[in-house]
């Protein structure tokens, strides 16, 4: 029976190391952000693109970025566009700046940040799947720092207390909602009256 050399274990050891170190790093941060970095299928992706005007200017928030399936469709999407996306979880974060730096999008910064501490201060559009938790936290800082008429697009989740523009459903597995929001004219501003 081949028995492993000293070389093959230690490269063997490094690469379970990095593997159980990565699946650590993933479980913390969910057990601190409340959801782990789960992709949009590629359908659900489409249907968003699809609720996201093309000729959208401005920025555009992407409020937890996990490994950019949204952020940087997003960019290409809307060319015209500042793309910001937010994702707090090492892992995902660090994949998104890999991939920023192979295949880049001039219009797309990825941000290592929780975005509850950002400003979304004259954001055009915003772009979520998140957990109902951190929708309940949401609505009233998008209602606080979002100019009038911006746009809100959420992933299954939908904003609490908040009347959408348009619901979607796709006729998935899930029956995957996805939401449109438009903040009202009447909302109060941070730093207004
Ligand atoms: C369900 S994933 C969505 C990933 C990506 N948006 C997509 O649709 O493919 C949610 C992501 O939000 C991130 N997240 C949750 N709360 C966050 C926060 N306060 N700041 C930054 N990222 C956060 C999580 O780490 C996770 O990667």
Redesign the pocket.
């Known amino acids: 029976m081949a028995t492993l050399g000293t070389t093959e274990a230690v490269l063997f050891l490094l690469v379970l190391g990095g593997l159980l170190a990565g699946l650590g790093s993933i479980v913390l ?1 969910t057990l601190r ?8 299928s590629p359908r659900v992706r489409r249907e968003v693109l699809g609720l996201v005007p093309s000729d959208t200017r401005g920025v555009v928030l ?1 409020l ?4 950019g ?2 952020a940087f469709a997003l960019a290409d999407h809307c060319p015209q566009a500042q793309v910001v996306a ?4 090492p892992l ?1 974060a660090g994949f998104c700046a890999l991939r920023q730096r192979l295949a880049p999008r001039p219009n797309l910064r990825v941000a290592r ?4 501490r950002a400003s979304f201060a004259g954001a055009s559009a915003v772009v979520c ?2 957990y109902p938790g ?1 929708m309940a936290k949401l609505g009233p800082k998008l209602l606080a720092e979002l100019p009038a008429g911006a746009r809100v697009v959420s ?1 299954t989740f939908a904003l609490h207390g908040w009347r959408p523009v348009h619901t979607h459903r796709l006729d998935d597995l899930y029956r995957t909602p996805l939401y449109v929001y438009e903040v009202p004219a009447s909302a109060p501003r941070a730093g207004g009256e």
């Open positions: 941060s952000t409340g959801i782990s970095p789960m992709p949009t992407e937890g970025a996990g490994w399936t949204l937010y994702e707090l979880s995902p940040e929780d975005f509850f799947y998140l951190a992933h």
